[in-house]
Nanobody
Framework: QAQLEESGGGLVQAGDSLTLSCAAS????????IGWFRQAPGREREFVAT????????YYADSVKGRFTISRDSAKNTVYLKMNSLKPEDTATYYC???????????????WGRGTQVTVSA
């Protein structure tokens, strides 16, 4: 079983909403912060959002602040990324990853899912 598995990607139009899910193993969910990153073709992987484990602290990239919301469901060992008012520039492969603490830095994340594609048409 994969430690982290993303789902929920798809093709949507600009202005639409989409919710991504990151299903984690119980162990990962209980001891790690889970973050979301994205990577568009030809670009570096970039931080999107993360939520601290055991608190309500959340952190967002400026490009998604006010549009995206990250949440954790401890009953389902799942982290969600609710994306509203999607823009074509949000098109990317979205990854969830686990880190000891909530961080925006890629190098702090120890394990990564395989990603889910989000495509936003104009």
């Amino acid at each position: 079983q994969a430690q982290l598995e993303e789902s929920g990607g798809g093709l949507v139009q600009a202005g639409d909403s989409l919710t991504l899910s990151c299903a984690a193993s119980r162990r990962f969910f209980s001891i790690y912060a889970i973050g979301w990153f994205r990577q568009a073709p030809g670009r570096e992987r970039e931080f999107v959002a993360t939520k601290a484990r055991g608190s309500n602290d959340t952190y967002y990239a400026d490009s998604v602040k006010g549009r995206f919301t990250i949440s954790r469901d401890s009953a389902k060992n799942t982290v969600y990324l609710k994306m509203n008012s999607l823009k074509p520039e949000d098109t990317a492969t979205y990854y969830c990853a686990a880190a000891p603490v909530a961080s925006s830095l890629t190098r702090h994340y120890l394990n990564w899912g395989r990603g889910t594609q989000v495509t936003v048409s104009a």
